[in-house]
């Protein structure tokens, strides 16, 4: 298991686990959303063959209606 951090929070996820993985085993919807690995943007498409590593930082940002 690797330990990275997800919007601050710590959180295990398998050996070899990719962004879309960790998106699926969150339970997050990825449309409307922006995800950031180590404080680098990536795109949506490049989300199934971005991999984790031990002490990745993991930022998910959904995208808000309103004013």
Known sequence: MLKVTVNGT????A???TLADLLDQMNVER???AVALNARV???SCLPEQSLREGDVVEIIRAAAGG
Not at 10 to 13: D, I
């Open 10 to 13: 710590p959180r295990e996820v």
């Open 15 to 17: 050996d070899g686990a």
């Open 31 to 33: 449309r409307a959303i």
């Open 42 to 44: 990536v795109r949506g």
